[in-house]
Nanobody, 124 residues
Framework: VQLVESGGGLVQAGDSLRLSCAAS????????MGWFRQAPGKEREFAAA????????FYADSVKGRFTISRDNAKNTAYLQMNSLKPEDTAVYFC??????????????????WGQGTQVTVPT
């Protein structure tokens, strides 16, 4: 499966963005999906994950209550709705797909397909 992210950009603190992750090659219904992010000079970190059916979602504490992960298996696309953005949300955001776990994973090494990333910038 190939993953292509879109929707990043430069926004002001408090604004919203919706990231999309379009998949091609195989149906994403066989994968759990995740969003990770990497800020300059920092390691890649988990942001959100969703199970294959979409019935289970998980969030990092830093984004809980502000970000919402979702998926539309019919469109072969996953999303990350980001509200109340803060300067500390500035990072490259990566979409990932995995099949290692039965339900979902919060670990980057349990995802085997990655997108190229999309930049989100929230100036101070």
């Amino acid at each position: 499966v190939q993953l292509v992210e879109s929707g990043g950009g430069l926004v002001q603190a408090g604004d919203s963005l919706r990231l999309s992750c379009a998949a091609s090659g195989v149906p994403i219904s066989t994968y759990y999906m995740g969003w990770f992010r990497q800020a300059p000079g920092k390691e890649r970190e988990f942001a959100a994950a969703i199970s294959r059916s979409g019935s289970s979602t998980f969030y990092a504490d830093s984004v809980k209550g502000r970000f919402t992960i979702s998926r539309d298996n019919a469109k072969n696309t996953a999303y990350l709705q980001m509200n109340s953005l803060k300067p500390e949300d500035t990072a490259v955001y990566f979409c990932a797909a995995g099949r290692t776990r039965q339900l979902v994973s919060l670990r980057a090494n349990e995802y085997d397909r990655w997108g190229q990333g999309t930049q989100v910038t929230v100036p101070t």
